[in-house]
């Protein structure tokens, strides 16, 4: 069997607040392949980008538990010391957060800074490390000379590049994108995503796109993994998903997004997703699932369908299609 | 800020110990400017002030507060006085009619047991004549029973007779003393001290020299030449403690000072800092709301105060201009208004304009200056508060600064008054700790409790972190 | 690099034009104040008075005349010159002048006072001053900012521990200015204790080797300094490390951790870089702020320095030392600012480029 680039299993990831413990990534399980991209979708507040951010370990101070398993190549990543772990971050792993308006250093230059992790990372000189940033921020469409800019004399859209730029330019094994294009408007949105899909073509690397919106996913996931409550509720190839989701959120989900060229009535799933405080016992999402039934109340376990995809739901016990 | 706002911030405020504090100390400092005002009438005050000595000619110089006794082994006399025209005081006076001329005979008994000297002996006359000023003998007889002639003199219509202060009395004195005791005294004994002293070996050294307790008699025989004259006398044997203050270099009661130095340092420090940061906070609002030219203009007029030096400038107009307090109040909110203040708020204005709520407001049609003090203002008014209650602190003692540079109000009685007299009279190098202290202390007690207050608030409007 | 070169110069040169014009306006309503007393008149009438009769005693040609008949010459003479300088004319039109004057430093001469090497020249006295001012505020100023530096650092790593209650606990001691805990300081050690120096520069009489002089002014230096480091160095450790812990949870200081990058540079790169605007604006108040109290610590303190020599001038109502000092302050304060605007630029890219940028 060919190993996995990334695997993940039993990850938990709970954090301490004043109202109680969230559980924000509660035993979550996938696997990611070279070349791959994987995309997770969720509504905000699922615990995506806690997922995101446990993989590269950037806890924050109130962490209360951090367990499981996030095996890289062969390495198990939660068995590394911080100092080994400082090490694999951006080497291995990169990722482009959600705020990419604030992610830069404002009193540094765009250039210095994509340019940093070569630094620092593989112990290249200044000046050829600058020379690399000027060609990977013109890969990713920023005219060199804007590598003598600061952070403040770009666009919204530039400085997302930039950062794109800097998570490209050691070429890690993994890139994570959280939230990419969500700050931004619509038409430079569909500009990076058109970047994206050009990146990955000519290079092939691998991806973990966290993103709340479908349509947007659609364009780059080769699989899709469905964020519900802080758990994986389904885990499919992306031809399968889109052609035809099976758990009840997935269908919910897809429901509510309008296409363009059939007439659909859009749906809307009624209720709010649980807090992450105290989820309720047995299927999370059986509040709002207008297919629930007596046996929704335990929690179901991820249903293997023909090898290649997983469904939380009680509705795929017997591995046939239920409809 | 409607009352109920008010109601939840300050239960917020008592959450924080520190504010409790504060506030208490404020209760207090407001206690003392409430008493000093109802008790010592305004006019009242300035005149015990400046008058000084002609008010206060009773009291001590330099004298401790009275409590320090408490505190000492060897105890510091208090003050007696005597007065013929007091019966209760203890005086007695006797007129012996004759046929032209009349004799007469006052007499000062009094118990001293203390441990200490007196630090001054007086006497005043007032005596009723027409043409001849009646005579007087005045004799001084110790609780060992020596008689000692002090002086002869001619009473006028108001007299007195500075005893410690006399010289040649001084001298005959000593010269007494000497030969009790046998050996010349080394030093310049004063009245005071050889009028009082154990009349033995221990009179030699200064440090050494002892009071005699016991009884004292002043004796005052008076010939008056005209059957209508009289004569009435105080005497007075200073003390060297005084009330609960203790009193000054001009014998004044430091209370006096003490207390209305309250509510001049309150409202002088209130009163700036309220108009200094409601002044700001319009031009700052006026600036950023109306833009170009006057936001221009008044950052401009910013940088000029900015380079103006302040405490120089108000130095020099207090200097050539003579200012009562209150006039100096005015310049100093002038010379603040454009100060750096106006900056901040023009920044919190600025993010304020862009609210949806102000755009709303302008559709509708409410005018400039609607919106600048009906929706801009309260908006950011939380805000400044914590920095307003801060400030009065700094106002307090730019006054009590201005004081000790000698350039306060040279008539109303302050805490920076009171330390500037000590400093220059060197109260820390005589030992007058207490001149400094007392005055120093309500300084420092209400700087903190608008500190403290001023902290608390900083927390509540300004939470900077949000607690994890 | 050679763009932000160029928008840099331009900055610069654009604050130097404004703080001069401020300069000048503030100067001039100082001139303006001082003689809304007639004050600056009185003094020059004073001055030419004194030096035209000094001149026609002295003169060996009018020996022969009786001290009536000098006295009327001089008078006459007075008048004259009283005439030739305009100051039976409204104020309005000499103020430039003395604009001119004060502007180039040509401040007159004292009435009362003297330097210490006897001229008269209040840009001597103010000159021989100045040295001592600079230096201790300087080094109280730099303290401060070091120590507050430091400490603001080091607390915010250890946020929420008891060291850091304790200092917010203390910061409100920075109510009270420092110059008052100075006259307590001198209260106990050097009234009660007797450990450290009234005041003064060094000690009566000064030591003549060099080295033990430097020391005895460090020994004069230790109170005052001591009396402004009890006052503000709690607040502006707290506010530093306020600054500190505001600025580390920015979304770019999380994205250096992702990148690896080893904590001390994020320290130094994406924390402390950034915060050095506002620190900077800090430091800048209490520069400003240092020159006026300096007046008071001063005093407190006799050091010699333009705060006390201020207060003499004061005290003997000395107007052209007055006028002189606030004319200096005004130099002082307009320098600081520029000096500091430069920093501001050289230490954020906003400001030096402008943001409209790109």
Same mark, same amino acid.
């Given at each position: 069997m060919v190993k996995h680039l990334l695997e993940v299993k039993n990850l938990y990831t709970y954090f301490k607040t004043r109202k109680g413990i969230v559980r924000a990534v509660d035993n979550v399980a996938f696997t990611v392949e070279k070349g791959e991209t994987l995309a997770v979708i969720g509504e905000s507040g699922c615990g995506k980008s806690s997922l995101a951010k446990s993989i590269i370990r950037l806890l924050p101070r109130n962490i209360h538990t951090y367990k499981g398993e996030i095996y890289l190549g062969n390495e198990d990543l939660m068995k590394l010391d911080e100092k080994k772990m400082n090490e694999v971050r951006w080497a291995k792993i990169s990722m482009v957060s959600q705020a990419a308006q604030?992610? !830069?250093?404002?009193?540094i230059k765009v250039g210095q800074q994509v340019a940093e992790p070569l630094v620092i990372h593989e112990g290249i000189d200044k000046k050829t490390a600058l020379e690399r940033a000027r060609k990977t921020l013109s890969?990713?469409? @920023?005219?060199? #000379?804007? #590598?003598?800019r600061y952070p403040f004399e770009l666009s919204g859209g530039m400085k997302q590049r930039a950062i794109i730029a800097m998570a490209l330019i050691t070429d890690p094994d993994l890139i994570i994108l959280d939230e990419p294009t969500s700050a931004l408007d619509v038409l430079t949105q569909a500009s990076i995503m058109n970047m994206l899909k050009t990146i990955k073509k000519e290079t092939s690397k691998t991806f973990?796109? @966290?993103?709340?919106d479908i349509a947007v996913s659609s364009e !780059? #996931?080769?699989?899709? #993994?469905?964020?519900y409550a802080g758990q994986i509720v389904e885990l499919a190839s992306a031809e399968e998903f889109y052609n035809k989701p099976l758990h009840p959120y997935s269908i919910k989900l897809m429901a509510s997004v309008p296409t363009l060229r059939t007439d659909k009535k859009l749906e809307f799933i009624p209720g709010a997703p649980p807090s992450l405080i105290d989820p309720p016992k047995g299927c999370r999402f059986a509040e709002r699932c207008p297919w629930r039934f007596e046996k929704c109340m335990d929690e179901p376990p991820l249903f293997p369908i023909d090898n290649r995809s997983f469904v939380k739901c009680w509705l795929y016990e017997s591995k046939g299609s239920f409809k | 800020m409607s009352v109920k706002q008010l109601k939840e911030t300050f239960k917020q405020l008592l959450a924080y110990r520190s504010a409790i504090v504060g506030l208490c100390i404020l209760c207090f400092i407001m206690g003392l400017s409430i008493y000093a005002v109802i008790a010592i009438p305004y006019e009242e005050a300035i005149r015990a002030w400046r008058l000084g000595e002609d008010v206060s000619i009773n009291n001590p110089r330099n004298a401790s507060p009275s409590w320090v006794n408490f505190f000492l082994k060897k105890k510091l006399p208090e003050t007696i006085i005597m007065d013929t025209l007091k019966k209760e005081s203890g005086a007695k006076k006797k007129i012996v009619e004759g046929e032209t001329i009349s004799v007469i005979r006052i007499e000062f008994p009094f118990e001293f047991n203390y441990d200490d000297f007196p630090s001054e002996l007086n006497l005043f006359f007032t005596a009723n004549y027409s043409e001849n000023a009646p005579y007087i003998t005045i004799d001084w007889i110790k609780p060992n029973g020596a008689t000692i002639r002090l002086k002869e003199m001619a009473v006028k219509k108001t007299d007195r007779y500075y005893i410690s202060i006399d010289d040649e009395l001084a001298k005959k004195l000593r010269l007494y003393l000497s030969e009790?005791?046998?050996?010349? /005294?080394?030093?310049? /004994?004063?009245?005071? /001290?050889?009028l009082f002293a154990v009349e033995d070996e221990s009179i030699l050294k200064p440090e050494t020299v002892q009071v005699l307790k016991g009884k004292y008699k002043m004796v005052i025989d008076g010939i008056l030449f005209e059957k209508q004259s009289d004569i009435n006398s105080r005497l007075v044997v200073y003390g060297k403690v005084f009330g609960l203050a203790g009193t000054d270099h001009l014998r004044r009661d430091l209370m006096i000072g003490l207390l209305w130095g309250a509510p001049i340092a309150v409202s002088f420090g209130i009163l700036a800092s309220i108009s200094i940061s409601f002044l700001q906070m319009i031009i700052a609002a006026v600036s950023a709301w109306y833009g170009k030219w006057a936001d221009m203009l008044l950052q401009k007029a910013t940088e000029f105060f900015m380079i103006l030096p302040f405490l120089p400038i108000l130095m020099m107009i207090a200097i050539f201009y003579k200012l009562s307090i209150w006039v100096l109040l005015v310049v100093v909110i002038a010379l603040s208004i454009f100060g750096s203040g106006v900056k901040t708020y023009r920044a919190m204005f600025l993010q304020v304009k862009e609210l949806p709520y102000i755009e709303a407001a302008q559709t509708y049609g409410a005018g400039n200056l609607r919106i600048i003090f009906r929706y801009m203002i309260p908006k950011v008014l939380p805000t400044i508060i914590p920095s307003l209650v801060l400030s009065v602190s700094s106002f307090v003692f730019l006054e $009590? $600064?201005? $004081? /000790?540079?000698?350039l306060g109000d040279p008539v109303v009685p302050t805490w920076g008054k009171i330390i500037n007299d000590a400093y220059t009279k060197g109260a820390l190098h005589q030992g007058y700790y207490y001149w400094v202290l007392e005055p120093s202390f309500l300084l420092v007690l209400t700087s903190l409790g608008f500190a403290l207050v001023g902290f608390a608030l900083d927390k509540i409007f300004n939470p900077k972190l949000s607690e994890m | 690099m050679r763009r932000e070169l160029f928008a840099f110069l331009k900055y610069a040169a654009k604050r130097t034009v404004t703080l001069i014009v401020v300069v000048i306006l503030a100067i001039y309503a100082t001139i303006l104040v001082a003689n809304m007393g007639g004050y600056v008149d009185e003094i020059i009438k004073a001055q030419?008075?004194?030096?035209?009769y000094t001149s026609v005693f002295q003169n060996p040609a009018y020996q022969h005349l009786s001290t009536e008949e000098k006295k009327q010459l001089a008078e006459q003479l007075y008048q004259i010159e009283i005439e030739a300088l305009g100051l039976d004319k409204p104020f309005i039109y000499r103020s430039g002048g003395y604009l001119i004057s004060a502007l180039s430093l040509n401040l007159g001469r004292a009435i009362y006072l003297t330097s210490d090497s006897g001229s008269t020249a209040?840009?001597?006295?103010?000159?021989?001053?100045l040295p001592a001012t600079i230096l201790l505020f300087t080094t109280i100023n730099l303290t401060l900012f070091f120590i507050s530096l430091v400490g603001g650092l080091f607390l915010s790593r250890k946020y929420a521990s008891k060291l850091d209650k304790a200092v917010v606990t203390l910061s409100p001691l920075s109510s009270i200015p420092g110059w008052f805990y100075g006259i307590f300081l001198i209260l106990i050690f050097a009234a009660w204790l007797g450990w450290l120096p009234y005041g003064g520069l060094v000690d009566v009489p000064p030591p003549t080797n060099p080295f033990d002089y430097a020391l005895s002014i460090l020994k004069h230096m230790v109170l005052p300094i001591f009396s402004w480091l009890v006052a503000y160095s709690f607040i502006q450790t707290y506010t530093k490390r306020t600054f500190f812990l505001m600025f580390s949870s920015e979304d770019y200081v999380e994205m250096a951790k992702a990148k690896g990058l080893p904590p001390r540079l994020i320290e130094r790169r994406y924390i402390l870089k950034p915060t050095l605007p506002p620190i900077i604006t800090e430091f800048a108040l209490t520069l400003i702020g240092s020159w006026m109290g300096a007046i008071v610590t001063e005093r407190v303190f006799n050091w010699p320095g333009i705060g006390t020599l201020f207060y003499q001038a004061a005290v003997f109502m000395d107007s052209p030392v007055i006028i002189g000092e606030v004319t200096i302050y005004a130099y002082l304060l307009a320098i600081t600012v520029f000096i500091l605007d430069i920093v501001y630029a050289i230490v954020d890219p906003r400001i030096r480029i402008g943001v409209s940028g790109a």
């Open positions: 604030n992610s !830069l250093n404002p009193v890969m990713v469409g @920023i005219p060199e #000379a804007f #590598a003598e973990m796109f @966290i993103t709340h !780059l #996931a080769d699989k899709v #993994a469905v964020m | 009790k005791v046998g050996q010349e /005294i080394p030093y310049e /004994i004063p009245p005071q /001290i050889s $009590a $600064a201005l $004081a /000790i540079l000698g | 030419t008075r004194d030096s035209i209040v840009r001597n006295i103010i000159a021989e001053r």
